[in-house]
Protein backbone atom coordinates (compact mmCIF):
# COMPACT_ATOMS: atom_id res chain seq x y z
CA UNK A 1 0.00 0.00 0.00
CA UNK A 2 1.46 3.40 -0.45
CA UNK A 3 1.60 5.79 2.30
CA UNK A 4 -0.31 8.87 2.06
CA UNK A 5 -1.82 12.00 3.85
CA UNK A 6 -4.28 10.59 6.83
CA UNK A 7 -5.35 13.91 7.69
CA UNK A 8 -4.98 17.13 8.16
CA UNK A 9 -2.06 17.90 11.04
CA UNK A 10 -1.87 21.56 11.77
CA UNK A 11 -2.80 24.65 10.09
CA UNK A 12 0.34 27.73 10.92
CA UNK A 13 0.09 31.31 10.29
CA UNK A 14 1.80 34.52 10.23
CA UNK A 15 0.92 37.45 12.04
CA UNK A 16 2.20 40.52 13.95
CA UNK A 17 1.67 39.65 17.52
CA UNK A 18 0.79 35.33 17.74
CA UNK A 19 0.85 36.21 22.12
CA UNK A 20 -2.35 38.86 21.21
CA UNK A 21 -3.70 36.59 18.42
CA UNK A 22 -3.43 33.43 20.70
CA UNK A 23 -5.36 35.82 23.15
CA UNK A 24 -8.43 37.02 21.15
CA UNK A 25 -8.93 33.19 19.88
CA UNK A 26 -8.60 32.23 23.40
CA UNK A 27 -11.52 35.00 24.53
CA UNK A 28 -13.62 34.70 21.66
CA UNK A 29 -13.30 31.39 20.54
CA UNK A 30 -12.83 29.26 23.83
CA UNK A 31 -9.42 27.79 22.54
CA UNK A 32 -7.50 26.11 24.95
CA UNK A 33 -4.15 27.71 24.08
CA UNK A 34 -0.78 26.65 24.98
CA UNK A 35 2.94 26.89 24.32
CA UNK A 36 2.12 25.31 20.64
CA UNK A 37 -0.86 27.23 19.91
CA UNK A 38 -4.11 24.76 20.12
CA UNK A 39 -4.74 21.42 20.15
CA UNK A 40 -7.53 19.75 18.70
CA UNK A 41 -7.39 15.88 19.81
CA UNK A 42 -10.55 13.20 19.43
CA UNK A 43 -10.79 10.65 22.35
CA UNK A 44 -11.48 7.90 19.68
CA UNK A 45 -7.99 8.10 18.31
CA UNK A 46 -5.05 10.35 19.78
CA UNK A 47 -2.93 10.72 16.63
CA UNK A 48 -5.22 12.40 14.71
CA UNK A 49 -4.99 15.45 16.58
CA UNK A 50 -5.00 19.16 14.84
CA UNK A 51 -3.09 22.13 16.00
CA UNK A 52 -4.12 25.44 14.71
CA UNK A 53 -0.97 28.07 15.30
CA UNK A 54 0.10 31.13 14.93
CA UNK A 55 3.76 32.35 13.90
CA UNK A 56 5.99 35.53 14.09
CA UNK A 57 5.41 37.64 11.38
CA UNK A 58 9.40 37.09 9.96
CA UNK A 59 9.24 33.53 10.80
CA UNK A 60 11.77 31.29 8.54
CA UNK A 61 9.84 27.79 9.52
CA UNK A 62 7.40 28.46 6.37
CA UNK A 63 10.36 28.27 4.14
CA UNK A 64 12.10 30.65 1.77
CA UNK A 65 9.40 33.87 0.64
CA UNK A 66 6.46 35.16 2.05
CA UNK A 67 4.36 32.52 2.44
CA UNK A 68 1.27 33.23 5.09
CA UNK A 69 0.44 30.53 6.13
CA UNK A 70 1.24 26.56 6.15
CA UNK A 71 -0.52 23.31 6.47
CA UNK A 72 0.67 20.33 7.52
CA UNK A 73 -0.20 16.90 6.68
CA UNK A 74 -0.40 14.18 8.99
CA UNK A 75 0.83 10.75 7.29
CA UNK A 76 1.21 7.42 7.76
CA UNK A 77 4.59 6.68 6.61
CA UNK A 78 6.82 9.36 6.52
CA UNK A 79 10.26 7.85 4.99
CA UNK A 80 8.09 5.91 2.31
CA UNK A 81 6.11 8.98 1.02
CA UNK A 82 9.35 11.39 1.07
CA UNK A 83 11.05 8.18 -1.11
CA UNK A 84 7.75 8.44 -3.10
CA UNK A 85 7.52 11.79 -3.55
CA UNK A 86 10.81 12.43 -4.41
CA UNK A 87 11.29 9.73 -7.00
CA UNK A 88 8.14 11.82 -8.34
CA UNK A 89 10.11 14.90 -8.82
CA UNK A 90 8.49 16.47 -5.76
CA UNK A 91 11.21 18.51 -4.21
CA UNK A 92 12.04 17.85 -0.50
CA UNK A 93 13.31 20.20 1.56
CA UNK A 94 15.94 19.90 4.27
CA UNK A 95 16.11 16.40 6.13
CA UNK A 96 13.57 15.01 8.28
CA UNK A 97 13.48 15.80 11.97
CA UNK A 98 12.28 13.30 14.38
CA UNK A 99 11.26 14.77 17.61
CA UNK A 100 9.43 13.08 20.55
CA UNK A 101 5.90 13.82 19.02
CA UNK A 102 6.39 12.26 15.71
CA UNK A 103 8.68 12.57 12.64
CA UNK A 104 8.70 15.47 9.71
CA UNK A 105 9.67 16.62 6.65
CA UNK A 106 8.98 19.09 3.87
CA UNK A 107 8.10 19.63 0.56
CA UNK A 108 7.37 21.90 -2.00
CA UNK A 109 3.52 21.92 -3.82
CA UNK A 110 3.64 22.42 -7.20
CA UNK A 111 2.82 26.24 -6.93
CA UNK A 112 5.52 26.74 -4.72
CA UNK A 113 4.38 26.07 -1.32
CA UNK A 114 5.85 24.76 1.31
CA UNK A 115 4.01 21.58 3.39
CA UNK A 116 4.94 19.90 6.47
CA UNK A 117 4.76 16.13 6.65
CA UNK A 118 4.31 14.44 10.28
CA UNK A 119 4.37 11.41 11.09
CA UNK A 120 2.89 11.09 14.83
CA UNK A 121 4.28 8.88 17.14
CA UNK A 122 2.21 6.20 18.61
CA UNK A 123 1.14 7.34 22.36
CA UNK A 124 2.76 5.03 24.94
Not at 55 to 70: I, L, R, S, V
Not at 95 to 107: A, N, R
Request: charged share 25%; hydrophobic share 40%.
Amino acid sequence: MMAKATGIGGVFFRCADPAATSAWYAEHLGLPIDDYGCTFAPDSDPKAQTIWSPFKADTDYFGPGAQEFMVNFRVDDLDALLAGLAEKGVRCVGEPLDESYGKFGWIIDCDGRQIELWEPKTPV
